[in-house]
């Protein structure tokens, strides 16, 4: 675990999800403060509920900044390069750049998250929750914040990515493989589903509304 904890799984996530919600503020025509305060939650939310669940004080980025601080140099990166290379780094008005970095962002988390937890001696399946959990809160943040609906409160497969890949690395390392090897086949599952929901369309089956 102490070669796992040496890779900055989690400060690579919390670019990657700083990035998705700099490009949420820019969809929504947000000022600078906007930017920073969107792409910062995003960044450290679903980071920061998993400490305070685990009882880690203080939590990760209130020990040490720097994760704040990537998640303000991702925002106002954004924010500086205007509206039009927005776009077109996003592929048009519909580019679906935003999903795809969040993608990303959710299997670097659910792996970091769930090798924080066992790391603090949390049992297997408490693990996976909160591994699911440091992937999704920061998207859900995000979501309210913006005021769009929450990606997990859709049919897409999201939070069934995220418990795959935490699955896949718990399983791993149970059965005794390298926990760099069983983070890195659990970030695969996790994204490999997510990116197979988005490119063919797959969703949850949903309860006939009633409204």
Request: aromatic share 8%; charged share 15%; no cysteine.
């Given at each position: 675990?102490?070669?796992?904890?040496?890779?900055?799984?989690?400060?690579?996530?919390?670019?990657?999800?700083?990035?998705?919600?700099?490009?949420?503020?820019?969809?929504?025509?947000?000022?600078?403060?906007?930017?920073?305060?969107?792409?910062?939650?995003?960044?450290?939310?679903?980071?920061?509920?998993?400490?305070?669940?685990?009882?880690?004080?203080?939590?990760?980025w209130v020990g040490d900044p720097v994760d704040v601080l990537v998640c303000l140099v991702v925002a106002e990166s954004v924010f500086i390069l205007g509206?039009?290379?927005?776009?077109?780094?996003?592929?048009?008005?519909?580019?679906?750049?935003?999903?795809?970095?969040?993608?990303?962002?959710?299997?670097?988390?659910?792996?970091?998250?769930?090798?924080?937890?066992?790391?603090?001696?949390?049992?297997?399946?408490?693990a996976v929750a909160l591994g699911t959990v440091t992937a999704t809160f920061g998207g859900i943040i995000r979501d309210i914040f913006a005021g769009t609906?929450?990606?997990?409160?859709?049919?897409?497969?999201?939070?069934?990515?995220?418990?795959?890949?935490?699955?896949?690395?718990?399983?791993?390392?149970?059965?005794?493989?390298?926990?760099?090897?069983?983070?890195?086949?659990?970030?695969?599952?996790?994204?490999?589903?997510?990116?197979?929901?988005?490119?063919?369309?797959?969703?949850?089956?949903?309860?006939?509304?009633?409204?």
């Open positions: 675990m102490n070669f796992l904890q040496s890779i900055p799984f989690e400060t690579i996530g919390v670019a990657v999800f700083a990035l998705s919600g700099a490009l949420m503020a820019a969809r929504k025509g947000m000022d600078p403060f906007g930017f920073a305060l969107l792409a910062t939650l995003t960044g450290v939310g679903g980071g920061t509920v998993r400490d305070l669940l685990i009882g880690i004080r203080p939590v990760f509206p039009k290379r927005v776009t077109w780094i996003e592929g048009g008005r519909q580019g679906r750049l935003l999903l795809w970095a969040d993608a990303l962002g959710l299997a670097l988390f659910a792996v970091s998250g769930t090798a924080k937890a066992l790391g603090a001696g949390v049992p297997a399946l408490s609906t929450p990606l997990v409160l859709r049919k897409e497969i999201y939070v069934t990515a995220a418990a795959l890949g935490a699955a896949v690395m718990v399983a791993l390392q149970a059965l005794g493989l390298d926990p760099f090897v069983s983070a890195a086949l659990g970030f695969v599952a996790a994204f490999t589903l997510r990116a197979l929901a988005l490119l063919h369309g797959w969703s949850l089956p949903a309860f006939p509304a009633r409204d």
